[in-house]
């Protein structure tokens, strides 16, 4: 039995999750938060308990160490060489990148250079990287990107219609994210439509902090809702989603500011927080919805809206669909969103099923018998698809 750990590096934590592969079981998971601040966070999850501490972890190095410290101190390994493998989450593979692979200079580079278009992530990833490296020189390293699975979109979904020559120089094009939850929640899908993966239609709502759509057939992405940046599409915790890009000229007009200022603000103060005016968490814009403010709902009301619009598109695109799935934070535990997007889709034959609807981050089927479009609530797995890549590139057996 292999242990595999599935990592997730950002640039001041990393997600971890030890993974006992082929079953799948988790052995142990965690987070180290705030390295390089005066005092970091450790939070371990193992045989059922969670202990947290406050070590100093001036770099990613020191967390990684400490980790495999603790693995063994704690007995959840008995020697780091029953780790067989591990699995790096890698947000933008660009158009260099069509499948996960093993970690080695010239991969490293790339993943360098790819990020001018993740500049908050591909950094940190390889920052990530090294680490575990050092700590585990002979062991594989495999690279899973969430761009990966968006790979399959025709050129004719992923060119925008800007000068040919800003795709040939500098690569605008769409390239998506997510792409990682997008192909396991489809995966399970088929599963409980009972029907082979290269059969189905299915729209999958990834619905986070981050969120973004993705139209899946026959187990391959054919739309996604985000684009050259996770900016793209519906609204978001912090981040607009589409709109007018003349509306960052004329805010850099009225307010002085540069567009980068502007985009920034896009980013980071739009979405929910920016809407409601009180929070990007969609408990706090709930709990305002629920108390008679306007705002609160009119942020779930454009946000639903706007969903409604991709899954339309979706549904045409693939000449139909099998089901919709919701995943992520809010797909999983915001059962007024999930009423509010599929009584939306009457018109499509989609009938909810409330009391079915009316769950938090369970799997679970949520439209009636009589609907023509069934909905799941799927809670995602990234950490497992990043097993299994890493298991599959490696050749660990
Ligand atoms: P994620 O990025 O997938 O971690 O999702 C974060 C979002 O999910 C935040 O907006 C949270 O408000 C939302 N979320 C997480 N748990 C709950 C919950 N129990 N009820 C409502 N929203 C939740």
Not at 203 to 224: M, Q, R, W, Y
């Amino acid at each position: 039995m292999a242990k595999i750990m599935a990592v997730n590096a950002g640039s001041s934590s990393i997600k971890f999750q030890l993974l006992e592969m082929p079953k799948e079981n988790v052995i142990a998971s965690g987070v180290m938060e705030r390295i390089g601040l005066a005092e970091g966070i450790f939070t371990l999850k193992y045989d059922g308990k969670k202990e947290e501490t406050h070590p100093v972890l001036p770099t990613h190095a020191e967390g990684v160490d400490l980790l495999l410290k603790t693995l063994i101190e704690k007995g959840i390994v008995k020697s780091l060489s029953e780790i067989s493998g591990v699995g790096h989450r890698v947000v933008q593979g660009g158009e260099y990148f069509k499948d996960s692979c093993l970690v080695d200079d010239t991969v490293i580079e790339k993943i360098a250079e790819l990020a001018d278009l993740a500049p908050l992530h591909n950094p940190a990833h390889i920052i990530g990287i090294k680490a575990f490296q050092k700590a585990l020189p002979q062991v594989p390293q495999v690279v899973v990107f969430d761009t990966v699975f968006h790979q399959t979109m025709a050129e004719e979904v992923y060119m925008y219609a800007t000068p040919y020559e800003w795709y040939e120089k500098y690569g605008i094009r769409k390239y998506g994210a997510h792409g990682t939850s997008h192909q396991y929640v489809s995966q399970r899908a088929a599963e409980l439509l009972h029907k082979p993966l290269k059969d189905t239609k299915i729209i999958v709502c990834h619905l986070g902090n981050g969120a973004s759509i993705c139209a899946v057939e026959g187990g391959k992405c054919k739309d996604t809702s985000m684009g050259l940046t996770p900016l793209e599409g519906i609204p978001m915790g912090t981040r607009s989603g589409i709109l007018d890009p003349t509306v960052v000229s004329y805010i850099c007009e009225k307010e002085g500011k540069t567009a980068t200022e502007v985009v920034n603000i896009l980013n980071k103060k739009s979405g929910y927080l920016g809407m409601s005016g009180r929070s990007n968490d969609a408990r706090d814009v709930t709990a305002g919805m629920e108390a008679g403010d306007h705002r609160c709902k009119l942020t779930f009301d454009v946000q639903a809206k706007r969903i409604v619009d991709y899954i339309a598109a979706y549904y045409v695109l693939m000449g139909g669909c099998d089901c919709i799935c919701f995943t992520a934070g809010m797909g999983e535990n915001l059962i007024h969103l999930r009423k509010n997007i599929l009584n939306r889709l009457g018109v499509l034959g989609v009938e909810l099923d409330e009391q079915a609807n009316n769950v938090r981050a369970v799997e679970q089927e949520i439209t009636t018998k009589n609907s023509k479009i069934k909905a799941f609530i799927i809670p995602t797995n990234e950490e497992v698809m990043i097993a299994r890549d890493t298991v599959r590139v490696a050749k660990i057996r």
